[in-house]
């Protein structure tokens, strides 16, 4: 079954919109990549016009920047600590937006969206 970002069939209230067509592809969803920690891996998709979309489906190496130095990184991620979407994403070490890593430099907050732009990039925080 396709995964849908079209209008739900019902309101907030709970009665029922009437449907005045069909799906359309341009509504369709795709499952989420859930990037974890591992060797780098990604996959490309073709999105609308043709363009592509990088989908990091692991990695283990982020863009690191630091605030006091105001200068890049490439570091290695040791674990990830902390992630505000979802508290079982941890143990499963899955990063996402806004997630803390443990990096060799120290702790550090994902700034990108691993699963849609293919890159982690990350400022440090200690």
């Excluded at 996959?43 to 363009?51: E, G, L």
């Excluded at 982020?62 to 941890?90: C, E, G, Y």
């Excluded at 990108?112 to 990039?121: A, E, L």
Aim: proline content about 4%; hydrophobic content about 35%.
């Amino acid at each position: 079954m396709a995964i849908s970002q079209a209008r739900p069939k019902r309101k907030v209230t709970g009665g029922r919109y009437i449907d005045y067509r069909k799906k359309r592809q341009y509504e369709l969803g795709r499952e989420p990549s859930f990037t974890k920690l591992g060797k780098k891996r990604v996959q490309v998709i073709r999105t609308r016009a043709a363009n592509r979309k990088l989908r990091l489906l692991s990695a283990d190496i982020a863009n690191l920047f630091d605030p006091k130095t105001k200068s890049f990184k490439q570091v290695k991620i040791k674990t990830i600590t902390d992630n505000p979407a979802n508290r079982h994403f941890i143990r499963r070490n899955i990063m996402t937006m806004g997630s803390v890593i443990d990096t060799e430099l120290g702790k550090a907050r994902i700034t990108s969206r691993p699963g849609q732009d293919g890159v982690v990039n990350a400022v440090l925080i200690s």
